[in-house]
């Protein structure tokens, strides 16, 4: 310290009589406290002012270091100060240190309480609810009494592949020494979950919790670049919407051979979402438009009077047909109908019907309503189904792999039921459908037999269905311009390829 400061601080300690304390500061300095009993408070403020231009001058540290306070409790007649009572100001310095640090120490060293453990489990093939929860860590008691309650809104025998559980176990203490099962959740489906939680006796208690879904309309259009499924997906259609627009226009397209690169498909179709827009399934086809070739073919889905619902064109007459254009889907045309060279006798013989390749298992449909004439063996025909749609009217299927359930001879089946699938059974080089349309008992050309239309509105029906088309007309423009309908309440969105 500077001469001139010493001897300042020493006069002080003279003629006033002080206290003193210690304060550190932050960057570990030290501040001193004066109090003067006998001044007034303009003295107090000077030495505080004092104080605060020397304290850069003084540190805790090293054994050249004093204090103001050591000056000023020196002897009056001296300038430094007894080693006795140096060492006691250093003790007491070194005290309060100690105990601050042995307090920063205690409050790092205090343990954090432990985290429960949360497991999430996936239900393999073969699993049963039991065995996934011992799998989880529950006991044997504890999942007895889980299944029990999951019971009372979900039977477990209908857990399946994929379904999720999330199980949580809680600490016993803070150190996290031991954990207890505590809760979990079964997911039943996107929709519905069975949660499960302890009660106060130590029992379980089961609730079901159900997700708000919303039902939206959307729009979607598409120009067919390779094939009509791809093309939408990448518009962002789904392809239960895609599936069903494709049944809905089967009657008078044939997919497999008329859709070309650059025709078009646009869509309005209702689906169900959560209320933050994730898909939950797809809903009804409002309206479609396919322009195949060329060929403009609009249909909107209407509802008769009595309760009818079909998919009209905007004339008012049904897009289906008695008989449908192909009763497979996904299917190649193999052989045609006429005289070719048999591939396996190796003689020109007529061939009376078409040929369909599909893999072994594709699904085949009835081409119209009618009662089953026949569903057996039935030579080279293999797994052979006939049946009577009126009159004049049959259509048989040969070569099936075997018999959807519930065909028999007798039973009704309406147009595109599924009626058997796709296999090589009987003189077959291969897994084909052999399709044959027959009329008055002879064998027609599938391709070229003039099939008559359905129903066609008239009356109140069709006077609903035309304004039922203009409205549709505007909802469709309105929704794919990404604006509200002013008919409809509904939300909705809209996407594009073009």
Same mark, same amino acid.
């Given at each position: 310290?500077?001469?001139?400061?010493?001897?300042?601080?020493?006069?002080?300690?003279?003629?006033?009589?002080?206290?003193?304390?210690?304060?550190?500061?932050?960057?570990?300095?030290?501040?001193?406290?004066?109090?003067?009993?006998?001044?007034?408070?303009?003295?107090?403020?000077?030495?505080?002012?004092?104080?605060?231009?020397?304290?850069?001058?003084?540190?805790?540290?090293?054994?050249?270091?004093?204090?103001?306070?050591?000056?000023?409790?020196?002897?009056?007649?001296?300038?430094?100060?007894?080693? &006795?009572?140096?060492?006691?100001?250093?003790?007491?310095?070194?005290?309060?240190?100690? @105990?601050?640090?042995? &307090?920063?120490?205690?409050?790092?060293?205090?343990?954090?309480?432990?985290?429960?453990?949360?497991?999430?489990?996936?239900?393999?093939?073969?699993?049963? +609810?039991?065995?996934?929860?011992?799998? @989880?860590?529950?006991?044997?008691?504890?999942?007895?009494?889980?299944?029990?309650?999951?019971?009372?809104?979900?039977?477990?025998?209908?857990?399946?592949?994929?379904?999720?559980?999330?199980?949580?176990?809680?600490?016993?203490?803070? @150190?996290?020494?031991?954990?207890?099962?505590?809760?979990?959740? +079964?997911?039943?489906?996107?929709?519905?979950?069975?949660?499960?939680?302890?009660?106060?006796?130590?029992?379980?208690?089961?609730?079901?919790? #159900?997700? &708000?879904?919303?039902?939206?309309?959307? *729009?979607?259009?598409?120009?067919?670049?390779?094939?009509?499924?791809?093309?939408?997906?990448?518009?962002?259609?789904?392809?239960?919407?895609?599936?069903?627009?494709?049944?809905?226009?089967?009657?008078?397209?044939?997919?497999?051979?008329?859709?070309?690169?650059?025709?078009?498909?646009?869509?309005?179709?209702?689906?169900? &979402?959560?209320?933050?827009?994730?898909?939950?399934?797809?809903? #009804?086809?409002?309206?479609?438009?396919?322009?195949?070739?060329?060929?403009?073919? !609009?249909?909107?889905?209407?509802?008769?009077?009595?309760?009818?619902?079909?998919?009209?064109?905007?004339?008012?007459?049904?897009?289906?047909?008695?008989?449908?254009?192909?009763?497979?889907?996904?299917?190649?045309?193999?052989?045609?109908?006429?005289?070719?060279?048999?591939?396996?006798?190796?003689?020109?013989?007529?061939?009376?019907?078409? %040929?369909?390749?599909?893999?072994?298992?594709?699904?085949?449909?009835?081409?119209?309503?009618?009662?089953?004439?026949?569903?057996?063996?039935?030579?080279?025909?293999?797994?052979?189904?006939?049946?009577?749609?009126?009159?004049?009217?049959?259509?048989?299927?040969?070569?099936?792999?075997?018999?959807?359930?519930?065909? *028999?001879?007798?039973?009704?089946?309406?147009?595109?039921?599924?009626?058997?699938?796709?296999? *090589?059974?009987?003189?077959?080089?291969? !897994?084909?459908?052999?399709?044959?349309?027959?009329?008055?008992?002879?064998?027609?050309?599938?391709?070229?037999?003039?099939?008559?239309?359905?129903?066609?509105?008239?009356? *109140?029906?069709?006077?609903?269905?035309?304004?039922?088309?203009?409205?549709?007309?505007? #909802?469709?423009?309105?929704?794919? %311009?990404?604006?509200?309908?002013?008919?409809?309440?509904?939300?909705?969105?809209?996407?594009?390829?073009?």
């Amino acid at each position: 310290m500077k001469p001139h400061i010493r001897t300042l601080i020493h006069g002080i300690g003279r003629y006033v009589p002080v206290r003193h304390r210690y304060v550190f500061t932050r960057d570990d300095k030290l501040r001193l406290r004066v109090w003067a009993p006998f001044i007034g408070a303009g003295v107090c403020f000077a030495v505080a002012g004092f104080v605060s231009v020397v304290q850069p001058h003084i540190s805790t540290g090293g054994g050249q270091a004093t204090s103001i306070a050591a000056y000023i409790n020196t002897d009056r007649t001296s300038t430094t100060m007894p080693e &006795e009572r140096l060492a006691s100001s250093q003790k007491r310095l070194q005290r309060y240190g100690d @105990a601050a640090s042995a &307090e920063t120490a205690a409050i790092a060293e205090e343990p954090a309480d432990a985290a429960p453990k949360i497991t999430q489990i996936e239900v393999d093939s073969g699993d049963t +609810l039991a065995g996934v929860l011992r799998r @989880a860590g529950l006991d044997g008691a504890q999942t007895y009494q889980a299944v029990k309650a999951i019971e009372e809104h979900y039977d477990p025998r209908h857990i399946r592949p994929g379904q999720k559980l999330e199980v949580r176990f809680d600490p016993r203490d803070q @150190a996290g020494s031991e954990y207890d099962f505590s809760s979990l959740v +079964l997911e039943i489906d996107r929709l519905k979950s069975v949660s499960l939680t302890r009660n106060d006796e130590g029992g379980f208690v089961s609730d079901v919790e #159900e997700t &708000e879904v919303v039902t939206r309309k959307r *729009t979607g259009r598409a120009e067919i670049e390779t094939s009509l499924s791809g093309s939408a997906a990448k518009a962002g259609i789904p392809a239960s919407v895609i599936a069903r627009t494709i049944q809905i226009y089967s009657w008078s397209v044939d997919f497999q051979r008329d859709i070309r690169r650059g025709d078009l498909v646009e869509v309005m179709y209702e689906r169900t &979402e959560t209320p933050d827009g994730d898909l939950v399934r797809g809903g #009804e086809v409002l309206y479609a438009r396919l322009n195949v070739n060329g060929r403009d073919i !609009p249909v909107y889905r209407f509802e008769t009077r009595d309760g009818r619902i079909d998919y009209y064109t905007p004339e008012g007459n049904s897009i289906r047909r008695i008989l449908m254009s192909t009763p497979i889907d996904g299917a190649r045309l193999s052989s045609g109908f006429g005289m070719r060279r048999h591939p396996i006798s190796g003689y020109n013989r007529m061939h009376r019907g078409l %040929d369909f390749a599909a893999p072994t298992g594709t699904p085949i449909y009835a081409a119209g309503d009618g009662v089953v004439e026949k569903a057996a063996y039935w030579g080279a025909y293999g797994n052979y189904v006939r049946i009577r749609h009126n009159s004049t009217l049959k259509t048989a299927y040969a070569h099936l792999h075997n018999f959807a359930r519930g065909i *028999t001879s007798g039973t009704r089946v309406t147009q595109g039921q599924v009626i058997g699938y796709v296999g *090589t059974t009987g003189r077959s080089t291969g !897994p084909h459908l052999h399709y044959e349309v027959h009329v008055n008992g002879e064998q027609v050309n599938p391709r070229g037999v003039d099939i008559p239309q359905g129903d066609q509105l008239e009356g *109140t029906d069709l006077a609903n269905f035309k304004r039922h088309v203009k409205q549709m007309r505007e #909802e469709y423009i309105a929704l794919s %311009d990404g604006r509200k309908y002013a008919g409809s309440a509904a939300a909705s969105t809209s996407s594009h390829v073009r």
